[in-house]
């Protein structure tokens, strides 16, 4: 069977209803042809009719329908690494970035560095499904979600999953659920409240699941420190930013939405105003990636947890998350301006670049709030001719910020993913003015890696080595062979908390970073 699961274990967490794996498995039973999350309300099938399997796409290739009762859609993604080869795991990563939408199987393969044939094999190997069939699952079950909770006409929602035809998404809706769309809609809630006041563009919600613990308080604290201005706001309560998808541009805000304790589970609330059509999947899979929504808090804490080094820091904050990026490219920028300067004086010289490069959002489009974001961060194309002295860089940095646009632009380096974690900082750092701890930087927030760790950092040296001194980076490295394949989570535990790791789990408190132990440290993050 694909990527094994007990089958017994499975069943006790159907049994009992267990909400941490919702999203790691689902059960086909065989009585109704129906496939279910663990969590699913309805009368427990007898053992016998159960079929277990490691996702949604291998339900529906097995010939199971999605439940109308449970929902697939809404459960939290599954985990990419969670019992697959890391070329699935970044194969799902591109998938989950659109590279099926356009793209084919080749080229999917061809960007892992991997045949097409041995892709499918490992595809059905880990997951049982071929990478199309998990494709299709991705935008079949958005689109229920979409018909669910909007009031986007049918063929905006075709459109918005990623579907190159209205013809192809009502057959592939008929086939899936035996109902047509119009059939399957639910009475949409209107959205209530506007972006940043009275709204000139419709907003749309969309729904953001996530396997709880979720530590809101530290991810936002993190890209509060670096936001960019005119590009980013963000609030304790929310993040908002500026984004281009396609032709499409205009802006997104997210807040948490706490759940009720007993059926409602907490998730977060994306509310999106566009200029024009755009595949809304992108944005959703995006936000995913920005807030890490597909870790699973448990698993990750149960092996750091371990650790003496660890144990209290994972104990004080619960459901950390690795802070993702919107945008490559934009993340990949951020870093290099942050190579010894302070945090808040990286933060200056990207919104420098910004509003001297980026384009402002159409009036249309903007918040009512002036204080809200304008401005679309500039692509390589535009910063490959950038003139470092206008924006107060350093010609080194100035040179730095060109090769990284050249090299992305001609797809020199890839920012979404790549044939692995060594191949992606061996590229990185053959451009001139990144190093090592740049390269492990960009692989932990862009490229969405959890085993990236910059261990040359100066403040994870310090607090791994303690009242002996810094550790040298060639010990922190083998001090933290412990924490594979989760050594990005543990550096963000060991930044977030440096000083009282036993201290009581909370809120961080204002203005404090993982920086924030050492006044005269010059690396930023």
């Not at 009992?16 to 790691?24: M, V």
């Not at 996702?55 to 019992?83: K, Y």
Request: hydrophobic share 40%; with cysteine; proline share 8%.
């Amino acid at each position: 069977m694909a990527a094994s699961l007990d089958a017994s274990v499975c069943y006790r967490a159907l049994e009992t209803r267990d909400a941490r794996f919702d999203g790691r498995f689902f059960v086909g039973v065989t009585s109704t042809g129906v496939y279910c999350r663990p969590v699913c309300p309805a009368r427990t099938p007898r053992p016998e009719n159960c079929v277990f399997v490691a996702c949604a796409a291998a339900a529906q290739e097995a010939g199971f329908r999605p439940c109308l009762r449970c929902r697939p859609e809404a459960s939290p993604g599954t985990p990419a690494w969670n019992g697959t080869s890391t070329t699935v795991a970044r194969g799902l990563q591109l998938i989950g970035q659109g590279a099926l939408d356009e793209g084919s199987v080749d080229d999917l393969a061809d960007r892992l560095g991997v045949g097409s044939r041995h892709l499918r094999r490992l595809f059905l190997e880990h997951l049982g499904a071929s990478p199309l069939a998990v494709a299709q699952t991705r935008r079949l079950l958005f689109a229920k979600k979409l018909l669910d909770e909007t009031e986007l006409k049918v063929a905006e929602i075709a459109f918005a999953s990623g579907f190159a035809s209205v013809r192809r998404f009502n057959d592939a809706v008929r086939k899936t659920w035996d109902r047509s769309p119009r059939e399957l809609r639910k009475p949409a809630r209107r959205a209530k409240r506007a972006l940043g006041g009275r709204e000139s563009r419709p907003v749309l919600q969309l729904r953001l699941p996530f396997r709880a613990p979720f530590d809101w308080d530290a991810l936002i604290g993190f890209l509060s420190l670096r936001a960019i201005p005119g590009v980013e706001s963000v609030t304790p309560e929310r993040y908002t930013r500026t984004l281009r998808l396609d032709d499409a541009v205009g802006i997104v805000q997210v807040e948490p939405v706490p759940g009720n304790g007993k059926r409602a589970e907490p998730y977060l609330l994306a509310r999106v105003r566009l200029s024009g059509p755009a595949p809304l999947i992108r944005v959703s899979d995006r936000l995913r990636r920005v807030f890490d929504l597909a870790a699973d808090p448990d698993r990750i804490a149960r092996q750091l947890g371990e650790d003496p080094d660890l144990a209290g820091r994972v104990a004080a904050r619960p459901g950390l998350r690795v802070p993702g990026a919107w945008n490559g490219f934009e993340l990949a920028v951020r870093a290099i301006l942050g190579q010894q300067v302070s945090v808040r004086g990286a933060t200056t010289l990207a919104g420098r670049i910004a509003n001297s490069y980026g384009t402002p959002l159409p009036e249309d489009v903007c918040c009512a709030d002036p204080a809200m974001p304008r401005v679309l961060f500039p692509g390589p194309e535009v910063l490959e001719k950038i003139d470092a002295a206008a924006v107060g860089l350093t010609k080194a940095r100035g040179a730095a910020i060109a090769g990284l646009s050249r090299a992305v632009r001609t797809g020199e380096v890839d920012l979404d993913a790549g044939p692995s974690l060594d191949d992606a900082v061996s590229k990185l750092c053959a451009l001139p003015g990144i190093g090592e701890w740049t390269a492990q930087y960009i692989a932990m927030r862009a490229l969405g890696e959890p085993d990236a760790f910059p261990h040359g950092d100066l403040v994870l040296r310090k607090v791994v080595g303690g009242a002996a001194g810094p550790l040298t980076a060639r010990e922190l490295g083998a001090r933290a062979e412990a924490w594979r394949p989760w050594r990005a989570y543990a550096a963000l535990h060991l930044w977030t908390t440096p000083e009282i790791p036993d201290r009581p789990a909370g809120k961080t408190p204002p203005g404090k970073s993982e920086n924030s132990t050492s006044k005269n440290r010059r690396k930023t993050r």
